[in-house]
């Protein structure tokens, strides 16, 4: 027997996986459990997603038949000497071109190049690709979820460029640039911030003059949304219990990190604020410190208001508290050999991520999942233990054992944990790719 299942699930379900479904059967209305396998017929089978950054364009090339990758790439140092394109096709060896690539223009143009050259081409023509996601890093308080592309949406991105001013400009460019090389093209933009739009106003505003949020939007909005989305469904599914029932943390972990805390599948608070600066330190990045710093650096190193700004963006967290690397698999080697800064580094670092996780579980009043995602997260079974030690409060406990993992779901609960710890591998792409699909296809209203 086949069974419709609804999306909401079903985006969330891989290509044959299982899932148990009740179905009524009329007219003796006998509830009876069935078995029901995700096909993955859609209607848009081949989508490119791509990632636009200030001098580079990530993509992957899907078949959503199977939900796999054709062909994935780095278009690399966009207007800087010694540009190279790196691209990955399945079950081929990479094909590499450097030459000089002045603009995201010609980076894009070369991306359908290599998608579509002999050899190491995965589609005929560009005219195969079906439809195109794009990840734009601000959506601001506009988009509470992904949009087609159209004049509108362009206009509004485009008025959002002085919140994301080194993001949301690139990612613009790559939507017309597309527009130009295929006319006529669907494409989808996926937004950053859109997951965290559900977000309570007393969660979300600064406790400045209101004056400022009216005129400038000074407010939070947060980042890594796609991917607090992604595991957050992923988590539901490994327990078998539906999201709108949960209450998860999620650990987005990397060299830029962040939490959120997910009540019913919707975000309810999240560590990252009006920029991306907030919240955890991070691999260069601060987190939060107290703004009277900012000033006072100002005052007594002659500094300008960008000069600081970098500072605390590019020259700050793990790095400057270690003064080795912003790297967490250098400072674990180093603090493991002595290195008494690299120790402090991650001792601050895995003490932020409690106060977070104390935070949230208290907003949420309790929590069934902690999620570990991105690189960290993903691949640091040390960092996942630190940052796990100390949570009896919640009866949650980790799995020394179990906790050997990288880069693969699984659970790492200790037996008798009453919330589970997770470790979920994100896949910000896919959730793009879906999230295309799901719009160009119609079967969103």
């Known amino acids: 027997?086949?069974?419709?299942?609804?999306?909401?699930?079903?985006?969330?379900?891989?290509?044959?996986?299982?899932?148990?479904?009740?179905?009524?059967?009329?007219?003796?209305?006998?509830?009876?459990?069935?078995?029901?396998?995700?096909?993955?017929?859609?209607?848009?089978?081949?989508?490119?997603?791509?990632?636009?950054?200030?001098?580079?364009?990530?993509?992957?090339?899907?078949?959503?038949?199977?939900?796999?990758?054709?062909?994935?790439?780095?278009?690399?140092?966009?207007?800087?000497?010694?540009?190279?394109?790196?691209?990955?096709?399945?079950?081929?060896?990479?094909?590499?071109?450097?030459?000089?690539?002045?603009?995201?223009?010609?980076?894009?143009?070369?991306?359908?190049?290599?998608?579509?050259?002999?050899?190491?081409?995965?589609?005929?023509?560009?005219?195969?690709?079906?439809?195109?996601?794009?990840?734009?890093?601000?959506?601001?308080?506009?988009?509470?979820?992904?949009?087609?592309?159209?004049?509108?949406?362009?206009?509004?991105?485009?008025?959002?460029?002085?919140?994301?001013?080194?993001?949301?400009?690139?990612?613009?460019?790559?939507?017309?640039?597309?527009?130009?090389?295929?006319?006529?093209?669907?494409?989808?933009?996926?937004?950053?911030?859109?997951?965290?739009?559900?977000?309570?106003?007393?969660?979300?505003?600064?406790?400045?003059?209101?004056?400022?949020?009216?005129?400038?939007?000074?407010?939070?909005?947060?980042?890594?949304?796609?991917?607090?989305?992604?595991?957050?469904?992923?988590?539901?599914?490994?327990?078998?219990?539906?999201?709108?029932?949960?209450?998860?943390?999620?650990c987005h972990l990397g060299n830029g990190a962040s939490i959120t805390a997910i009540q019913g599948g919707r975000s309810i608070d999240t560590s990252m604020g009006f920029t991306p600066l907030e919240g955890l330190t991070m691999g260069t990045r601060c987190g939060d410190l107290d703004p009277a710093i900012v000033t006072f650096l100002i005052e007594k190193e002659g500094m300008s208001a960008l000069e600081v700004n970098a500072i605390l963006n590019k020259q700050s967290g793990v790095l400057g508290l270690s003064g080795l690397s912003s790297d967490f698999r250098d400072l674990e080697k180093a603090a493991s050999e002595g290195h008494e800064r690299a120790r402090l580094a991650i001792e601050v670092f895995v003490q932020d991520v409690k106060k977070y996780i104390g935070a949230y579980a208290a907003e949420l009043n309790g929590v069934d999942a902690l999620v570990f995602t991105a690189g960290l997260g993903e691949n640091s079974p040390p960092i996942r233990e630190a940052v796990c030690q100390g949570l009896d409060y919640l009866q949650m406990w980790i799995d020394p054992h179990k906790n050997q993992v990288r880069s693969k779901e699984a659970d790492v609960s200790a037996e008798g944990s009453r919330g589970r710890i997770l470790v979920v591998p994100t896949n910000e792409e896919l959730m793009i790719a879906r999230d295309t699909r799901e719009i160009v296809s119609g079967l969103r209203g």
């Open 1 to 250: 027997m086949q069974a419709n299942l609804p999306l909401s699930w079903a985006q969330f379900m891989r290509p044959g996986e299982m899932v148990k479904v009740v179905v009524e059967e009329p007219p003796e209305g006998e509830t009876i459990t069935r078995t029901c396998t995700l096909i993955g017929e859609v209607d848009a089978v081949k989508i490119l997603v791509l990632n636009c950054g200030s001098s580079s364009v990530k993509y992957q090339l899907f078949d959503m038949r199977e939900e796999s990758v054709s062909a994935r790439g780095l278009v690399e140092r966009i207007g800087i000497p010694g540009s190279i394109l790196t691209h990955r096709p399945a079950g081929k060896d990479p094909h590499v071109i450097e030459q000089d690539i002045p603009d995201h223009r010609v980076g894009i143009k070369m991306v359908f190049d290599a998608l579509t050259g002999p050899g190491y081409g995965v589609v005929e023509r560009v005219d195969d690709i079906e439809a195109i996601g794009h990840r734009v890093a601000h959506g601001g308080s506009v988009f509470d979820r992904s949009t087609l592309v159209d004049a509108a949406s362009k206009e509004a991105i485009r008025r959002l460029i002085e919140l994301a001013p080194l993001h949301n400009p690139a990612n613009l460019l790559g939507i017309e640039a597309c527009e130009e090389m295929i006319p006529g093209i669907r494409q989808v933009a996926v937004f950053d911030t859109a997951f965290h739009q559900t977000i309570p106003q007393y969660s979300y505003m600064y406790s400045l003059p209101y004056k400022y949020y009216e005129k400038y939007g000074i407010r939070k909005y947060g980042f890594h949304g796609t991917s607090h989305k992604y595991v957050a469904h992923r988590a539901a599914a490994m327990l078998g219990r539906p999201l709108e029932e949960l209450k998860v943390i999620t």
